[in-house]
């Protein structure tokens, strides 16, 4: 049994099909990697794992407690933490601030709008924030402000605020797109990085296959909302199934 057991999961838009039968279980202490096509249905996986959409049918458990019926701020309570393609981040406050907040979300239980300024002068809360920047190696860019970072320093302080939950499974969606190679390849590195340090179950959603086969220790491949093939990495490259899935007609 992993972590994550998703079971018999369909869901229809309409006359369209975006899930039909998967099956997905995604062992603790790994990095399992979700590819496809466009439109195989990997966002509709992702959101449906998130909360954000309820099945038809099947069912996702997560470390022995279903998932399904759960708002999304009750998922990331029960320890599912997500990384979205687009960083979402605090823009118009300081690197430090951004991880403050939720610190003090975590430690209170909710975040509450007058209390901002308590924040900032707590000083167990800033060094539990400094902690957490040294561990994404942005220490130095603590006084920044959010909005002045670069695409990649963006993500590793969206990676920082979600550490603060101390998640057992970190769902990343897309979290290279739109980066610049050196960016791409710091991000894989702290990945790798984050996974040591924290034993932090991981699943990617991804396209860029040097970060899939960097990073993945099994890889799911999704066509037309129905895994195709699911193995390690080495099994993965060159499958016929994949090929044809990726390029349109059967290689032989």
Do not use: W
Request: glycine share 8%; proline share 4%; charged share 25%.
């Amino acid at each position: 049994m992993g972590i994550l057991e998703v079971k018999g999961i369909n869901k229809r838009f309409g006359g369209l099909q975006a899930l039909g039968d998967v099956n997905l279980s995604v062992a603790e202490n790994t990095t399992h990697a979700i590819i496809g096509p466009n439109g195989a249905g990997k966002s509709t996986l992702l959101n449906v794992l998130v909360g954000k959409l309820i099945p038809d049918s099947g069912s996702v458990m997560f470390d022995g407690q279903s998932v399904l019926g759960r708002k999304p701020h009750e998922i990331n309570q029960m320890g599912i933490s997500r990384v979205f393609q687009t960083p979402e981040i605090f823009a118009d406050l300081t690197v430090m601030e951004n991880v403050m907040i939720p610190c003090f979300a975590k430690r209170d239980g909710a975040f509450r709008m007058h209390a901002i300024e308590s924040i900032f002068s707590e000083k167990s809360i800033r060094q539990q924030a400094d902690a957490i920047l040294d561990d994404v190696n942005m220490t130095e860019k603590s006084n920044m402000l959010a909005s002045s970072l670069s695409r990649g320093d963006k993500r590793r302080l969206e990676m920082a605020m979600c550490l603060v939950q101390d998640p057992k499974l970190l769902l990343l969606d897309e979290p290279t797109a739109g980066m610049a190679r050196a960016d791409t390849q710091n991000t894989i590195a702290l990945l790798k990085e984050i996974r040591a340090k924290r034993g932090i179950t991981m699943a990617i959603i991804e396209h860029d296959m040097n970060v899939v086969f960097s990073l993945a220790e099994r890889i799911t491949v999704l066509a037309q909302g129905t895994p195709l093939v699911e193995d390690i990495p080495e099994k993965i490259k060159g499958h016929p199934k994949v090929r044809e899935a990726y390029l349109g007609e059967a290689q032989v």
